[in-house]
């Protein structure tokens, strides 16, 4: 392209095409393309571009996998905002569901919170061991069949070492007197104790009803949540946004 | 079940389905044009979801396309940052888009055919910052003003290089599948 005197257009020819000019810019440079063989061929080349590159290079939809990961963390939220810590959840859910709410009030009460309390203690006391893992392993293979004979139900042992979360090993603790299977998994320099237990009728509504899942307590991450009538609560001294992504991971297929 | 709360600001999860969700597609093909790698986009859109639903508290509403795209843009950067740092040989990038050699096409292979390929192989080959305009206008159609917002440049800078990136895509048209007359 040599010294164009047409240059101005240039860009100008091209926000036409894109649809960026006001009517009468377009119409300023219809007329001149009109009368100018060089800027009507650099507008017929653009388009013939752009025409190439929508017919020859179709968009690639999402994977199936992409589509069902994303499916499977969408559908583990709740369907409206909540605002508030757990205790205002309760009163924000009695209008809509008051059903649920009051099959929910049937349901022995168990404490909870002490419950909670429990498992964080147990996760620093296992730092302060210096012992976290009676069976040290990051092959799930060797920690899930560990727990054969300990506990009485099977926990879900997964290989989270691409996602940045090695699996490290596990223990087995015993929490309000029952025994419970514990995953540890490594997040750079932080533990994170996957506490697991069948879950009681409480806990299942609990998690149907979205009452459960990402917070702290006294300082550390946690999370709750349910699969397979398992719960799960994880406890770690690293910070939300990682537990969100362990999480994510978790849940991957 | 995997419920996020307290650590993270509650979702709207219906607002979520309703304003970002449609662009999943968009994000995807995005991806795939930014990383030339069928296997990192695919991790680069899930993480970028992953990210949307962390930061959707804090989306104000407005353009959610643009908006999911930038997170696209930001996680398919941060994540070939990261591929690059790890002593692996980067896979050929017309190899990686699975954009067949038109060298070993047969010599009656449609020249349709060659033209698609050599024309994926152009845009593969552009410099990023070109590329990236070039995808999101023609391939997403975004406006000028989107783009913007996505990448983070001024609108002169994106007519500019939108410019840049079609008189190279010309050019190499012309050096490649000469028009068929």
Known sequence: MQADPCEEFHLLIQADLDGELTANEAAEVAVHVAGCPACAKIQADLLGLRLRLRAELPRAAAGAATRAAVAKRLAAMPARPRTGARRSSWASFAGGIALAASILLLVPMVDLDGTGRELVAAHVQALQSGNPV?????????????????????????????????????????????????????????????????????ETWRAALGLDGTGTRDGFATATWVSDGITYHAVSSTDGAEMVHFLGHWWEP | MVILSRATPPIDRARFEAEILPHLDSASNFARWMVRDPGLSEDVVQEAMLRALTYFAGFRGGDGRAWLLQIVRNTANSMLAQRQSQPQAASDEAAAMNVADPAHNPEEAASAMQGAALLARALAALPDELRECLVLRELEELSYKQISEVVGVPMGTVMSRLWRARQALLGADAGGAAHAS
């Open chain 1, 134 to 202: 009676a069976v040290e392993s990051s092959d799930r293979h060797t920690v899930k069949p560990w727990f054969d004979g300990k506990i009485r139900f099977s926990p879900a042992v997964k290989d989270l070492t691409q996602d940045g979360f090695p699996l490290i090993g596990g223990r087995t603790e015993v929490i309000g007197g029952q025994t419970v299977a514990v995953m540890v998994y490594r997040r750079r320099g932080h533990l994170i104790d996957v506490f697991a237990w069948p879950s009681g009728t409480l």
